[in-house]
C-alpha cells in the first residue's frame, strides 16, 4: 500500500512508538522509511541524506547520534535500513510539510503527546500542524502518559 513513508523524529518516547508502527508497516508493504529530524537553530544549517554507513559523517550531536541509533535499532528488527534526514529550521511544522512534498511519501507516520485540546490550541503543536496541512495521510501514534 505504501511504499515511501517519513518519520519525523524526535528523543521522545511517541517517536519511537512511531517509528515501531511504521516498522510494521513498511515491513508489510516493502515499503522505503525515511528518518527526518529537524533541530531548531544555533547551529549551521546541515541537510544531507545518509544511509547507515554515512551517519555518523554527519555533524550530529550526541543527542542526535543517539536518537538515530536508537531509531536503527528497532528499525533493525523489521529488517529495514531507513534514510536518514537532519535538517536545522526555526519551523519544524512546515519543514517537515516541505520533506513530505519534495520526497514524494506516501504517508507520514509521527508521534504526539496528546495534549489537551486547550494547551494544543494556546500552545500550537508540530503533530497538529502536520495533520491540518498535510497532503498526504498522516498516521498519529499516541503514547498514553502513566495512568491513563
Known sequence: MYKKILIPVDD?????AAVRVAGMMAA???????????RKPPMEVVTDIVTKDKLFELP???QDRRMFEKCMGIL?????EP??????????AAE???EC?????????MGHRGRKALKQLMLGS??????????CPVIMVHVPKPGE
Open 76 to 80: 533493525s528488527m523489521f529488517g529495514i
Open 12 to 16: 521522545q518516547e511517541q517517536s519511537y
Open 60 to 62: 550530529l550531536q550526541d
Open 28 to 38: 508489510c508493504d516493502k515499503a522505503g522509511i525515511t528518518l527526518f529530524h529537524v
Open 101 to 109: 512534498g519534495t520526497g514524494a511519501y506516501d504517508v507520514i507516520v
Open 126 to 135: 508540530v503533530a497538529n500542524g502536520v495533520l491540518t496541512e498535510s497532503k
Open 83 to 92: 534514510k536518514v534526514k537532519l535538517t536545522v529550521t526555526e519551523n519544524v
Open 96 to 98: 517537515i510539510l516541505k
